[in-house]
C-alpha cells in the first residue's frame, strides 16, 4: 500500500491546483500518523493512532465508497459542501460525482499527517477536479475568508458542513475553531446576500449612471497628517468646540450623515465620504457642499450625491461590478467597504489616503443615554419639522433607539448606552479593521460603546496602495460609453447555463439577488438570463439618452 508513486502522482496534481500547499507538503516527512487497512471492498482505509497508540479507522472498513454515497444523498439542494477532515476522500469524491455540486471545500490540520496519507493512495481525483480545495493547517479567520469569498448562494444553493467523526476526536480544539469560521462566514454572507436582494439593482443603476462622471481624480496628500474622522454619532456633540480650536493641523474626514452637524458649526471638512446608494442620502447635502471639500463617493453610490460636487472622486467599494470596472476599464481607489457602514469606510479611505495616525470621534456605535445621532443630522431637522402635541421630537427619536427587538442597555461606571446586534456588529468589524492596519488609530472620548483597539506606532512612510495602476493606451483610448458599450456586448455572450463564477458574471449577481427575492421561483439559468437582459436593457436605455 505505501507505494512512492502514489506521492508523486500525488504531489504532482496537487502541484497544479494548488502549489504553495503542495511545496509546504513537500517538506514533511512520514511522522507514522496513520496505519492503513484493506477495507471488504478492496478500498484503502486511514486509521489515525491516537494518543494511546490504538489505531481508529476513520471509514467503514467494508464499503466505504458506499458509505460516501449514502452520506451524500442527503445533500439535496446544498451545492457547497464543506468537510472536516480529509481521510480517505471517499466523502469528497462521491460528492463530485454530482454535477450539481459546485464547490467542495475539505478543512484539515497536520501537514505530516497528510503527506502520510499521499503516500498510501491515489487523491489525483480530487486535486484535478477545478470544483475541489483543500485548506491545512489555516487559522479562522482565512477560513472565514475563503468561504466568504468563494461561496455564492445563487451560483451554489445551500451550504453544508460535514465532519469526518472519528477525524475530528482526534484534534477537537482546531476543528471546533474551523467550524465557528464555518459558520461566521455563512452567517456573514447570508447578511450580504440579503443586502443584495435589497439594493442590487439600485445598486447596478447608479453605477452606470455614475460611470459617466468618472474622470481622472487629484487625491490630497494627507501623509504625516492626523486623519480625524467625523462619525454622526451624539458624542460628536461634545468635540466641535475643540476640532474648532485645533482645526488648522488636521486633516477633517466627515462622514455624509455628519456633514451638516459640522456645518451648522462653521466647522468645514477637507473631505466628505458617502456611501449611500438611496437617493434620500442627498439630505445630508441640503446645506450645500463647500467649494473646497473633497467629495469621495462609492462608484454605485447615489448620482444624486455626486451632483453635490463638480469633481467627485469615486472609489471602487465592495460591488463587483465597481471592482471590474476598476480593475478592466479607469482604474480607482478601491477601498474596502465589507464592514457596511460608512465610518468603516472612513478608515479605509484615510489608509488609502496615507495617514500618519487616525482619530474616531462621535463613532459610538451605540445610542449612548438614549441618544441616536447628533445634533444637526437631516434626522434632528426633519423630526422637528414634523413634530407634534401627539408626537413631540423625543418620541420620533426614541422610535429610532426601540425599532431593534433585539435593544439592550449596557451600563458601566462612566455611562450607560443601548446596544443592537446589527451596531455590535458594525463596532467589531471596525475593530478587526484597525487591528489590521499599520497605524494608530484612536477613539475621541465618548459616552457610547467603546472600541477595543491595539497599540500601533506612528506609520513610517505612505502605504503603497496610495498608487493606483496606470491605465493602458487601449483603456485610456474608451470613452464612457465606449465602455458601456463593450460592457453590454460582453454580457450577451453570459451562458446562463455556465454557473462557474467568472469576472464578468459577478457582475450581476447582486442584481440577480434582487430578482430572486421578487420572484423566487427563479433559480439558476432562467434567472441569470432574465437579469442579464435586464442589464443589458438598462445600459442600452441609458445610451439612447446620451
Known amino acids: 500500500m505505501d507505494s512512492p508513486s502514489f506521492f508523486t502522482q500525488n504531489k504532482r496534481a496537487l502541484d497544479r491546483a494548488d502549489p504553495t500547499l503542495a511545496a509546504r507538503i513537500s517538506a514533511h516527512g512520514n511522522k507514522a500518523r496513520y496505519h492503513f487497512v484493506l477495507a471488504r471492498s478492496g478500498a484503502v482505509v486511514p486509521a489515525f493512532i491516537d494518543s494511546a497508540g490504538i489505531a481508529r479507522p476513520l471509514h467503514s472498513t467494508v464499503n466505504p465508497e458506499r458509505e ?31 454535477e450539481g455540486i459546485r464547490h467542495v471545500l475539505v478543512i484539515d490540520y497536520d501537514l505530516p499527517g497528510l503527506a502520510e496519507l499521499l503516500t498510501a493512495k491515489l487523491y489525483t481525483m480530487l486535486f484535478n477536479d477545478p470544483r475541489f480545495r483543500l485548506i491545512v493547517d489555516e487559522e479562522p479567520a482565512q477560513i472565514e475568508r475563503l468561504i466568504k469569498e468563494s461561496y455564492q ?98 486633516f477633517i474626514l466627515a462622514v455624509d450623515t455628519s456633514l451638516p452637524v459640522l456645518l451648522s458649526v462653521g466647522l468645514i471638512p477637507d473631505a466628505v465620504i458617502s456611501l449611500d446608494a438611496q437617493h434620500i442620502s442627498y439630505q445630508h447635502f441640503l446645506a450645500g457642499l463647500p467649494a473646497h471639500t473633497a467629495l469621495y463617493l462609492d462608484l454605485a453610490g447615489s448620482p444624486v450625491i455626486a451632483t453635490q460636487s463638480k469633481h467627485p472622486a469615486f472609489f471602487a467599494g465592495s460591488h463587483p461590478l465597481s471592482r471590474y470596472i476598476s480593475r478592466f476599464w479607469h482604474p480607482l481607489a478601491e477601498l474596502d467597504t465589507s464592514g457596511g457602514n460608512v465610518g468603516y469606510a472612513a478608515v479605509s479611505l484615510a489608509d488609502y489616503l496615507g495617514a500618519e495616525r487616525i482619530e474616531l470621534v462621535g463613532a459610538d456605535f451605540s445610542y449612548p443615554k438614549g441618544k441616536a445621532y447628533a445634533r444637526g443630522t437631516y434626522v434632528w431637522s426633519l423630526f422637528s419639522q414634523n413634530q407634534s402635541r401627539f408626537n413631540p421630537l423625543e418620541s420620533a427619536l426614541s422610535a429610532l433607539v426601540y425599532r431593534s427587538a433585539a435593544v439592550r442597555k449596557v451600563v458601566n461606571a462612566a455611562t450607560w448606552y443601548y446596544q443592537t446586534p446589527l451596531l455590535e456588529g458594525y463596532r467589531r468589524a471596525l475593530e478587526c479593521k484597525i487591528a489590521a492596519l499599520d497605524l494608530p488609530v484612536y477613539q475621541a472620548a465618548g459616552e457610547g460603546a467603546p472600541l477595543t483597539l491595539p497599540r500601533h506606532t506612528k506609520r513610517a512612510q505612505a502605504p503603497l496602495n496610495c498608487q493606483r495602476r496606470q491605465p493602458s493606451p487601449t483603456e485610456r483610448a474608451l470613452s464612457p460609453y465606449d465602455f458601456l458599450a463593450t460592457y453590454r456586448d460582453q454580457l450577451q455572450t453570459v451562458d446562463p447555463a455556465d454557473h462557474k463564477l467568472s469576472a464578468l458574471l459577478a457582475t450581476i449577481l447582486p442584481t440577480a439577488a434582487s430578482f430572486q427575492q421578487e420572484l423566487p421561483h427563479l433559480t439558476g439559468a432562467d434567472l441569470i438570463d432574465l437579469t442579464r437582459h435586464w442589464c443589458i436593457k438598462k445600459i442600452e436605455n441609458l445610451m439612447t439618452v446620451r
Open 68 to 98: 460516501a454515497r449514502r452520506l451524500i444523498h442527503d445533500t439535496d439542494g446544498e451545492g457547497y459542501l464543506i468537510f472536516l477532515g480529509l481521510g480517505g476522500g471517499f466523502a469528497p469524491a462521491a460528492a463530485l460525482e454530482h
Open 153 to 250: 448562494p445563487l451560483l451554489a444553493g445551500g451550504i453544508r458542513l460535514l465532519p469526518l467523526r472519528t477525524r475530528i476526536a482526534q484534534d477537537t480544539e482546531h476543528f471546533a475553531q474551523a467550524a465557528g469560521a464555518v459558520q461566521a462566514a455563512v452567517s456573514a454572507v447570508k447578511g450580504d446576500y440579503a443586502t443584495q436582494a435589497f439594493f442590487g439593482k439600485r445598486w447596478f443603476s447608479n453605477t452606470i449612471r455614475n460611470v459617466l462622471c468618472v474622470q481622472d481624480q487629484a487625491f490630497p496628500a494627507v501623509a504625516g497628517r492626523t486623519v480625524t474622522i467625523c462619525a454622526a454619532g451624539p458624542s460628536l456633540d461634545q468635540h466641535l468646540e475643540r476640532l474648532l480650536r485645533c482645526r488648522a493641523p488636521r
